[in-house]
C-alpha cells in the first residue's frame, strides 16, 4: 500500500458526460502528479500540482483539467468525454515534486467510457 | 514523439537467468533516470534510480547500467525469479517537472 488512494476505483459513463476523479496523496506530500495509461499510448505524463498550485502540464487536453486543495487532495475533471478517453488514471504524489523525489502511485481509476 | 524509448516490448526469461530492458533518450536536459516495476491492477512502484553522474547502480538484483555519451540507460535484473515477472517501465526527467515514460515491457519469468 502506497498511501495513496484514489476514488472511484471504477467508473462508467457515456460519451459527452463529464466525470472527476480524486486523489488524495500520502500523508506529508506536498506535490501531486496525475497519469494516463491506456494499451496504445503507455504512461502519459498529464499535470503536477505542488501545494496547490500548477506546476507542470504535460499531455493533458483542454477537455480536462485538474486542481489541488488547501488539504493537498486533488481532482481530476474530465468533461465532454470521448471513447479514447477510456484507461487507467493515476495519481502519484511526492514529498517536494523534485527529481530525486520518490513518487508514490496510487491503486488508479479505470475510466471506460460507452 | 516518444522521449523515451524502451525496448524490448515483451521479455521471456528462465529463473535464474538474466533480464535486461533497454531505454534510450534524447534530451540531455534529463537529470534523473527512475525504473518503475507495476504488477496487474497496481500502480507503478519505484524500483531504482540513477543520475546521469554515474555510470552504475546496483541495488540488490537490480542494476541500472547508464551510458551518457550514447543517451541509453538500461536495467538489469540478475537471478531472475517468477515473482519478478510484472511490466517494468524506465523513465526521464528534468527537474522533477514532467516525467517522460518508456511505453514498458512485460517480462515473465519461466519456473
Known amino acids: 500500500d502506497s498511501g495513496v488512494t484514489q476514488t472511484p476505483k471504477h467508473l462508467i459513463t457515456a460519451t459527452g458526460q463529464r466525470v472527476t476523479l480524486r486523489c488524495s496523496p500520502r500523508?506529508?506530500?506536498?506535490?501531486v502528479y496525475w497519469y494516463q495509461q491506456s494499451l496504445d499510448q503507455g504512461l502519459q505524463f498529464l499535470i503536477q500540482?505542488?501545494?496547490?498550485?500548477?506546476?507542470a502540464k504535460g499531455n493533458i487536453l483542454e477537455r480536462f483539467s485538474a486542481q489541488q486543495f488547501p488539504d493537498l487532495h486533488s481532482e481530476l475533471n474530465l468533461s465532454s468525454l470521448e471513447l479514447g478517453d477510456s484507461a487507467l488514471y493515476f495519481c502519484?504524489?511526492?514529498?517536494?515534486?523534485?527529481?530525486?523525489?520518490?513518487?508514490?502511485f496510487g491503486p488508479g481509476t479505470r475510466l471506460t467510457v460507452l | 514523439q516518444q522521449q523515451v524509448k524502451q525496448s524490448p516490448q515483451s521479455l521471456i526469461v528462465q529463473k535464474g537467468g538474466i533480464s535486461i530492458i533497454n531505454c534510450a533518450y534524447e534530451n540531455t536536459a534529463f537529470d534523473y533516470f527512475p525504473w518503475y516495476q507495476q504488477f496487474p491492477g497496481k500502480g507503478p512502484a519505484l524500483l531504482i534510480a540513477i543520475r546521469p553522474d554515474v555510470s552504475e547502480k546496483k541495488e540488490g538484483r537490480f542494476t541500472i547500467s547508464f551510458n551518457k555519451s550514447a543517451k541509453q540507460f538500461s536495467l538489469h535484473i540478475m537471478d531472475s525469479q517468477p515473482g519478478d515477472s510484472a511490466t517494468y517501465f524506465c523513465a526521464a526527467t528534468s527537474a522533477g517537472n514532467q516525467f517522460y515514460f518508456g511505453t514498458g515491457t512485460s517480462l515473465t519469468v519461466i519456473p
Open positions: 500523508s506529508g506530500d506536498l506535490s
Open positions: 500540482y505542488y501545494n496547490g498550485e500548477e506546476r
Open positions: 502519484a504524489s511526492s514529498p517536494h515534486g523534485t527529481s530525486v523525489d520518490t513518487q508514490y
